[in-house]
């Protein structure tokens, strides 16, 4: 089975954006780095000719990292979602029970994820344990520290 890439439009929409500007822009930037490298010489001594190639290998990659996320992105419309449950789109306030302290989160998909900014992704192991789960419940989210269990105090739609 193909991993899918659950996604919100904006972030779909940012993504093909970024490809075209690989494909093109980009592209045509390190095609010249490369053409201006080779003019200095022999190429077995020529740190500009490597550094270019190292440069274009990182855009290969990343276009095909990013052809194959469009390819398989699941485009996740958060009016769809269940009211009262935590699923992709919504924002969880959870208090750690035994430190008592709360913090919301909101939950993504994994390409959408920044947890600096409490924006978790719905395949990480906080999130895979709040997913579907309702207000008042209490979860058990396996953290490098050990287990920590967490109330749902809240869940909202943006």
């Known amino acids: 089975m193909k991993k899918e890439f659950k996604m919100s439009q904006s972030r779909f929409d940012e993504l093909e954006k970024e490809l075209n500007y690989l494909k093109t ?3 045509d930037e390190v095609a010249e780095m490369i053409k201006v490298a080779r003019g200095f010489g022999d190429l077995s001594e020529n740190s500009e000719y490597d550094e270019a190639k190292n440069e274009q290998g990182k855009l290969y990659s990343r276009i095909g990292e990013l052809e194959n996320i469009l390819l398989h992105a699941v485009i996740i419309e ?3 979602m269940p009211a ?3 699923t992709i789109g919504a924002t969880v306030t959870v208090t750690a029970v035994k430190a008592g302290m709360s913090r ?7 390409q959408e994820a920044d947890a600096m900014h409490g924006i978790i992704s719905e395949d990480s192991p906080f999130g895979k344990a709040l ?3 309702k207000e ?6 396996n953290a490098p520290a050990g287990e920590i269990e967490y109330r749902i105090d809240k869940i909202e739609r943006s």
């Open 25 to 27: 822009t980009r592209s």
């Open 78 to 80: 958060e009016g769809d």
């Open 84 to 86: 009262g449950q935590v």
């Open 104 to 110: 919301s989160f909101k939950i993504v998909g994994s």
């Open 131 to 133: 997913m579907n789960r």
């Open 136 to 141: 008042g419940e209490t979860v058990i989210v």
